[in-house]
């Protein structure tokens, strides 16, 4: 499978404006498997939501504070300090912080393929608009051209199959595409 490497000088440090603030640390390759470091750092309350990476696996580990952790159809449960979690390709699953302090966790994520050009456009998006998630085109447009590597479990599945290519169809007449113009390809 082809990787996709970000021209990126490390580290590069993303912030949705609404609680989330992720920094990439590099990338290295371990017995012929390439994996991004990540280190994370997350308000009160805050954390993505239920998603799903269906090539890439991730492990994080908890430096400081109290992380919140569901897997879909599965109770929540609760990591503290020296605790990890790993979740693996295919398993839909978000956390949050669940303390009242910032989590702070460090972690890494493998094959990164688009997770770095994936998660930089959708904290974009989400910190340029005010209720704190991405625009709808943007939404469309990065779960549209990435669906074989991630997917967002709660927008409906009607918005995805019939909403989203109309929002795409009206946005690429508007040319909201182009910000989009270098996009890498999916994998």
């Given at each position: 499978?082809?990787t996709?490497?970000?021209?990126?000088?490390?580290?590069?440090?993303?912030?949705?404006g609404?609680?989330?603030?992720?920094?990439?640390l590099?990338?290295?390759?371990?017995?012929?498997?390439?994996?991004?470091?990540?280190?994370?750092?997350?308000?009160?309350?805050?954390?993505?939501?239920?998603?799903?990476?269906?090539?890439?696996?991730?492990?994080l580990?908890?430096?400081?504070?109290?992380?919140?952790?569901?897997?879909a159809?599965?109770?929540?449960?609760?990591?503290?300090?020296?605790?990890?979690?790993?979740?693996?390709?295919?398993?839909?699953?978000?956390?949050?912080?669940?303390?009242?302090?910032?989590?702070?966790?460090?972690?890494e994520?493998?094959?990164?393929?688009?997770i770095?050009y994936?998660?930089?456009?959708?904290?974009?998006?989400s910190r340029?608009?005010?209720?704190?998630?991405?625009?709808?085109?943007?939404?469309?447009?990065?779960?549209?051209k990435?669906?074989?590597?991630?997917d967002?479990?709660?927008?409906p599945?009607?918005?995805?199959?019939?909403?989203?290519?109309?929002?795409?169809?009206?946005?690429?007449?508007?040319?909201?595409?182009?910000?989009?113009?270098?996009?890498?390809?999916?994998?």
């Amino acid at each position: 499978m082809e990787t996709i490497t970000m021209k990126a000088t490390y580290p590069v440090t993303i912030d949705n404006g609404h609680g989330e603030r992720l920094t990439f640390l590099g990338r290295e390759v371990r017995d012929g498997v390439e994996y991004v470091q990540v280190e994370n750092q997350v308000s009160p309350g805050s954390g993505p939501p239920m998603h799903v990476h269906h090539q890439q696996h991730e492990s994080l580990y908890i430096c400081e504070g109290k992380m919140g952790v569901q897997v879909a159809g599965e109770e929540p449960y609760y990591l503290n300090a020296g605790d990890s979690a790993t979740f693996n390709s295919g398993i839909a699953h978000r956390f949050w912080n669940a303390g009242d302090t910032t989590l702070h966790c460090t972690g890494e994520i493998w094959p990164p393929h688009n997770i770095e050009y994936f998660l930089s456009e959708i904290y974009r998006s989400s910190r340029e608009n005010p209720k704190g998630i991405p625009a709808p085109f943007d939404a469309a447009y990065l779960l549209w051209k990435y669906k074989t590597e991630f997917d967002m479990l709660g927008i409906p599945a009607f918005v995805k199959k019939v909403i989203f290519p109309v929002v795409l169809f009206v946005g690429r007449l508007r040319g909201l595409d182009g910000r989009f113009k270098d996009a890498p390809e999916a994998v």
